[in-house]
């Protein structure tokens, strides 16, 4: 596997390579994963890291050095694989093609992100419509590239195909580690955090990112407090838009009913921030999947959220969620009875437990096995990756 991201740098990409490596351990097969180094990064097993830069504007992520990038590639025996598989389109995915069409390997991409709503946000001096096309050329060209593309929504597969990719495209979503989500102590959390038992909470979990469509829920905070003046929502995740939020917080009065807790360790501090909330909010209409919609049923926390791109997949009315309308007073009004009435938001979070088990991380290996199988017994021809 080749990507441009992984942990510690925390994110959807990170978690579904993760979440896929350790399904396929587990069914008896090994990987290796060649990623950026990050500053603090521990030595893993079958993760080969390479050094870069940090990446402008975005202190979070790591440029890889292309040459040491091949290099890492090089210093891996060919003999020890069956296929490639990509998980980002920057470096890794030129690197990696390079790889797998010197030595006759197939290699597979999945394409996690919606870039044609990402780079505006990034390279705000460039033209929006200009920044979208350029990002429907590359991926239509670098999925082309590839033997074949792993889309983990429906609504990403439709846009793909708007883009004219031609190579088969399988739906293939993200699965839910359920270990991971088995327990939880949101008391604890909350007495940590000083948020009274009794005080209504909302919670928001993921990147702090202008793409996410925080400041909406910042704006449906402001309007539940008027039905709920202590309303609370807390944000945990970092990001290059959590200075402009901050802002807007401050201009909007919310600083007594918006706390951002930054990131928290995932086996515990992280389920424990779920389950303290009386409703999981979600607004981002750019996700192609929405995984922490999951982690939220998963652990019987109720969801509010828009039906928009992937999460369409994932929202189904009753199981677990309720669908808001992509307004801020509808929205409002759609979670203000969650927090008034706590026996309504948890028999609906009893629901979502079910709902979310039907995501395991062991049907997604099964797919994604399945497929890699496909490719193996495919003619190499019919195998390989196209010219990067």
Known sequence: MVSDVYFPRVNGVSTSIQTLRQGLGEAGHASVLVAPDYPGAPPEDGIVRVPGWQVPRDPEDRL??????????????????????????????????????????????????????????????????????????????????????????????????????????HVIPTGLNLADFAHCDGPAFRARHAIPAARPVMTYVGRVAFEKNLDFLLAVTDAVRRALPDVLLVIAGEGPARAS???????????????????????????????????????????????????????????????????????????????????????????????????????LGEAGKAYAASWSEARMVESVLALYRALDRAPLAAQACAPA
């Open 64 to 169: 890889m050095h292309p040459r040491a990038l091949a290099a890492s590639l090089d210093r891996l025996d060919p003999a020890d694989f069956d296929l490639v598989h990509i998980h980002t389109p920057f470096l890794a995915h030129r690197a990696g093609v390079r790889w797998a069409r010197r030595h006759g390997l197939p290699c597979v991409e999945t394409y996690h992100t919606l870039f044609e709503e990402y780079f505006h946000h990034y390279l705000p001096f460039l033209p929006k419509a200009w920044l979208a096309a350029a990002a429907r050329r590359i991926s239509r060209k670098e999925c082309d590239g590839v033997t074949a593309v792993i889309a983990p929504s429906s609504a990403m597969q439709a846009t793909l195909q708007a883009y004219g990719v031609t190579r088969p495209i």
């Open 245 to 347: 939020l901050e802002r807007q917080v401050a201009k909007r009065g919310l600083a007594d009913n918006v706390r951002f807790v930054g990131y928290l360790e995932r086996r515990t501090e992280l389920p424990a921030c779920y389950c303290a909330a009386d409703v999981f909010v979600f607004a981002s209409k750019t996700e192609t999947q929405g995984l922490v919609l999951l982690e939220a049923m998963a652990l019987g926390v109720p969801v509010v959220g828009l039906a928009a791109m992937g999460t369409r997949d994932v929202l189904k009315e009753g199981e677990g969620c309720r669908i808001a309308p992509d307004d801020v007073v509808g929205f409002a009004a759609t979670v203000v009875p969650l927090l008034a009435d706590r026996a309504a938001a948890r028999a």
